[in-house]
């Protein structure tokens, strides 16, 4: 039933992404208003972001990017119109100002996000580009200028985000309220179409299928599990390396993986080092198995997925949000939820173990060299 439910909601937050609890746009409306005298906002909340200096400069390089750039820096909170989801409240902004162009938004810790809205400019700027610990001002600065310097694209329209729900604020939904939720879509879903009936159905059959498939792959592991993957799965790397021999072109990949992960193994026994041994034994074999010395990054949700078939903007719990490689089913998901490792008895999204994830965590390219880099080996 809670399936269903779920798929039913689903249903109703992609179609309808701004309807649900009412929530005051008082804010949107403010900052869209402002935007339509100069493409910088700053809230007075978070004024000492941005000095004067910073905001004409950046002023002027917005006047000078050859397409329209619009800057807001605001406070995200959990209890705001987008549930501190830059995301959506890009969504919301875009939707209130009604122009198209690059909407960039930082909030009160300096985390960017940005949006392009029908730009007719290449969107895939990577977040290492910008994120490199510089001030915030030279961060935007950054931004800007790769978006005046990127090639020429066709103009597209982003996904519309899903609305930020009772779950993001850290309040579960109760499975009374669902199936109750899911009763009234039902019911109206029949009142006022077929098709939407039809199209139900579809995902509710697509949902279980996914269900399906997936239940032969953990979602959560425990340390004598996880102690005995790490090791089964290096094994078979060793193997894997042993039978390709040293003219495969995914030979070096794999040996690096090897490596890494063999001194991570014999010097690091928490659950994030074990899980980390995993994901470096799957690199190596996946560069072995594709012949190349550059392997697929692993699905970001769940690294047991297998490899990703591209990528999706996501804000993933403890991530920020970017377009992270993705297995095809979650690429396809409207909701992810991460492989968890059980650290001091707690459940945690495996890239939030603390250790050798902090060093890993938001990369995907050069693992063992991250892994070694956290073991100070050089
Ligand atoms: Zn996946």
Not at 2 to 23: C, E, F, M, N, Q
Not at 209 to 218: D, E, P
Not at 360 to 371: A, F, Q, S
């Amino acid at each position: 039933m809670r399936l269903i439910a779920a798929a039913a909601l689903a249903l109703v937050s992609t179609g309808t992404p701004a309807t649900g609890a009412p929530v005051s746009t008082a804010r949107v409306d403010r900052v869209a208003a402002a935007l339509r005298q100069s493409p910088v906002f700053v809230d007075p909340d978070v004024s000492s972001l941005l000095n004067a200096r910073d905001r004409t400069a950046l002023g002027r390089q917005i006047a000078g990017a050859g397409v329209p750039i619009y800057l807001a820096v605001v406070p995200l909170d959990s209890d705001d119109e987008s549930a501190g989801d830059a995301d959506y409240f890009t969504y919301l902004l875009h939707r209130r100002l009604g122009r198209n162009g690059v909407y960039v938004v930082s909030d009160q810790r300096g985390s960017l996000d940005w949006t392009s809205y029908r730009v007719p400019r290449d969107d895939t700027l990577e977040f290492s580009q910008v994120t490199n610990g510089k001030p915030l001002p030279q961060r935007l600065h950054d931004v800007i200028d790769a978006f005046a310097h990127a090639p020429a694209a066709k103009p597209s329209d982003p996904p519309v985000p899903d609305a930020p729900d009772a779950d993001s604020s850290g309040k579960k939904p109760t499975n009374v309220g669902l199936a109750g939720q899911f009763v009234k879509t039902f019911f109206s879903a029949l009142a006022v179409s077929g098709v939407l009936l039809a199209l139900l159905w579809w995902i509710v059959a697509v949902v279980l299928a996914a269900v399906r498939g997936a239940r032969g792959t953990a979602t959560r592991l425990r340390p004598r599990r996880l102690r005995r993957m790490a090791w089964a799965e290096l094994v078979r790397l060793a193997r894997a390396i042993g039978a390709a021999g040293e003219d495969d072109p995914g030979y070096p990949r794999a040996m690096a993986d090897y490596d890494a992960a063999k001194l991570l193994w014999d010097e690091k026994q928490d659950p994030g080092s074990r899980f980390a041994v995993v994901v470096l034994a799957l690199d190596g074999q996946d560069a072995l198995r594709g012949g190349t010395a550059d392997p697929q990054p692993r699905c970001v949700v769940n690294p047991l997925h297998g490899t990703a078939a591209r990528r999706v903007r996501t804000a993933l719990g403890g991530l920020s949000r970017r377009r992270q490689p993705m297995c095809e089913d979650c690429a396809k998901a409207s909701r992810h939820r991460p492989l968890a490792l059980v650290v001091d008895g707690r459940e945690r999204p495996y890239y939030e173990a603390p250790g050798v994830w902090e060093k890993i965590r938001g990369t995907d390219e050069n693992l063992p060299e991250h892994v070694l880099e956290y073991l100070g080996v050089e």
